[in-house]
């Protein structure tokens, strides 16, 4: 079936810095692909979706200078966490959708960032 | 896209079928009816989806009222494997392409021993 890749699965950071997170389509091009963040003890919120070749859509309520999506092939979507701050600490998590397929959509693994 | 109602928690003994209900009485025709779970720590799982006939597949059953209101997400020998939270989704289908998937609170299934 479908994978989607999200890269890395864990990253502790001091406060300040910045944070690259991948999500790759392993086996499928994927036009769209959408970020998602998620609290303890809470659901998914999402954040952006991710549009191959141009600029991605940000729901309202997210800083788009603050989480700097790129969407640059057709496998491979980018979330940078900019100046990131202890209140970004959190479960971060991509999913794409297959051609075809509908609303159905894959996962990644998720990436748990703390921000020190 | 239609709201949707779960019950915040349930429980299931193992080897039991797991019976997770969801409300959509505001459905439009078009809107249909998608199941993900999360096990703790991981990303979401597509598990079923329907528009109005009942669906099964290898993981579960998803049974659908004739006036569309309602459904039942049915794990037919719950499994310790199947704890998780099952989210319910009401989603109009959208072009060749997914569209965003907007996720409620769900039901956090405790499968017991």
């Known amino acids: 079936g479908a994978v989607v890749s999200q890269h890395p699965s864990r990253v502790i950071c001091k406060s300040g810095t910045s944070v690259k997170i991948e999500c790759r389509s392993l086996?499928?091009?994927?036009?769209?692909m959408f970020w998602y963040r998620q609290f303890p003890k809470q659901s998914l919120m999402l954040m952006a979706t991710?549009?191959?070749?141009?600029?991605?859509?940000?729901e309202q309520g997210v800083e788009k200078d603050k989480f700097l999506i790129n969407h640059a092939s057709l496998t491979l979507s980018t979330l940078t966490v900019t100046s990131a701050h202890p209140e970004d600490s959190s479960f971060y998590i991509c999913?794409?959708?297959?051609?075809?397929?509908?609303?159905?959509?894959?996962f990644g693994a998720g990436t748990r960032l703390s921000v020190l | 896209d239609a709201k949707t109602t779960q019950p915040t928690s349930m429980d299931c003994a193992e080897g039991r079928a797991a019976n997770l209900p969801c409300n959509h009485s505001?459905?439009?025709?078009?809107?249909?009816v998608y199941w993900y779970r999360q096990i703790h720590s991981q990303g979401p799982q597509y598990i079923i989806h329907?528009?109005?006939n009942n669906e099964t597949n290898e993981m579960a059953s998803l049974i659908i009222t004739e006036d569309r209101k309602s459904s039942t997400l049915i794990l037919p020998h719950a499994t310790l494997r199947d704890t998780a939270v099952y989210y319910c989704?009401?989603?109009?289908?959208?072009?060749?392409?997914?569209?965003?998937?907007?996720f409620g609170q769900g039901t956090e299934l405790s499968v017991k021993p």
């Open positions: 999913s794409a959708p297959p051609p075809g397929h509908g609303n159905i959509q894959y």
């Open positions: 086996d499928f091009q994927a036009t769209t």
């Open positions: 991710s549009n191959e070749g141009s600029k991605a859509t940000y």
């Open positions: 505001t459905i439009s025709g078009n809107e249909y």
């Open positions: 329907g528009l109005k």
């Open positions: 989704i009401v989603r109009v289908q959208v072009g060749n392409q997914g569209g965003k998937l907007i």
